[in-house]
């Protein structure tokens, strides 16, 4: 079993930065993969960004490339998202997830967050 607990959102202009952390309960985290989701109102839960439980793969959606990076402590058992050149388009609450493997769908994920809402001004 583990828990999921993300933190870091918040309020930010555009152009501004915020860092996403998740804090994972459990002694198998560095056995998962694992990601960032987000789900804005009214619009489906996407895909953000994933990396292997080793940290050697990175995945990424095409909106966040070159804006968002992901990385992990798995001593600290702890993945973060760090986005930066925020637009309010990235308004939504982030999810943290668990997977096993590569599969970012939906469907494939383990655990997920609570969500952390992260809001973008204009």
């Known amino acids: 079993q583990v828990q999921l607990v993300e933190s870091g959102g918040g309020l930010v202009q555009a152009g501004g930065s915020l860092r996403l952390s998740c804090a994972a309960s459990?002694?198998?985290?560095?056995?998962?993969?694992m990601g960032w989701f987000r789900q804005a109102p009214g619009k489906e839960r996407e895909f953000v960004a994933g990396?292997?439980?080793?940290?050697?793969?990175?995945y990424g959606a095409d909106f966040v490339k070159g804006r968002f990076t992901i990385s992990r402590d798995n001593a600290k058992n702890t993945v973060y998202l760090r986005m930066n050149s925020l637009k309010p388009e990235d308004t939504a609450v982030y999810y943290c997830?668990?997977?096993?493997?590569?599969?970012?769908?939906?469907?494939?994920?383990?655990?997920w967050g609570q969500g952390t809402q992260v809001t973008v001004s204009s």
């Open positions: 459990g002694r198998t985290f560095a056995s998962y993969a």
């Open positions: 997830a668990a997977t096993y493997g590569s599969n970012w769908s939906l469907s494939s994920i383990t655990y």
């Open positions: 990396i292997a439980w080793s940290g050697s793969s990175i």
